[in-house]
């Protein structure tokens, strides 16, 4: 058999079988959605809940300088920065080996985009920054070596993406594994 003729009846068999693959295809969609609508499924949703929020906490500027603030207070600044704009919230940890997957993904982002990330019982300030100076990532980070924000927003486990609306609402959050483009239509269509 000809390689054109094989390739022509595979190209019929897939015409015939289209309804099974599109099948296949639904079945595997639905059971992506089903994992993610219950790995965040205790995320707060609507506006961000007070609790751990307002602690201070050390934070790491983009050039790695330590100061103490809060999330809520470095939320605040960047919406004063960036008016009208959602803004996204990254959850990650050192020891995370998915977070080290996606951090290009989240270090592209945050060039396009107001991005705040939350490093999750990864150590103190010094620890943290030094991880981040060793991989060349100028993120604006919240140390949060309790996980008290990641509890408080219901993030069970990280990697976790969430958008913050203008009018300061935690919308469309994921976990785990998350495409550049799934974390850039999330900040687009959050509202």
């Known amino acids: 058999m000809s390689r054109s003729a094989g390739l022509g009846s595979w190209a019929t068999g897939w015409r015939r079988n289209w309804m099974r693959?599109?099948?296949?295809?639904?079945?595997?969609?639905?059971?992506?959605?089903?994992?993610?609508?219950?790995?965040?499924?205790?995320?707060?949703?609507g506006l961000l809940p007070t609790t751990a929020l307002d602690a201070p906490l050390p934070v790491l500027d983009a050039g790695g300088t330590v100061r103490q603030s809060s999330l809520r207070a470095e939320i605040a600044a960047l919406q004063r920065a960036h008016p009208g704009q959602n803004i996204g919230l990254y959850v990650w940890a050192d020891w995370c080996p998915i977070c080290r997957t996606i951090q290009g993904t989240v270090d592209g982002l945050t060039q396009d985009h107001p991005v705040i990330t939350v490093a999750m019982q990864s150590g103190p300030p010094e620890k943290v920054a030094r991880y981040l100076s060793v991989r060349g990532l100028a993120w604006h980070t919240v140390v949060d070596p309790r996980s008290a924000i990641a509890g408080a927003l219901g993030f069970g486990a990280v990697p976790a993406f969430a958008v913050i609306t203008p009018a300061g609402q935690l919308r469309w959050p994921t976990v785990g594994l998350t495409s550049s483009w799934g974390m850039r239509a999330r900040l687009a269509f959050a509202g």
């Open 21 to 45: 693959h599109l099948g296949t295809l639904v079945l595997f969609v639905g059971v992506l959605l089903a994992v993610q609508a219950w790995q965040t499924r205790h995320v707060a949703g």
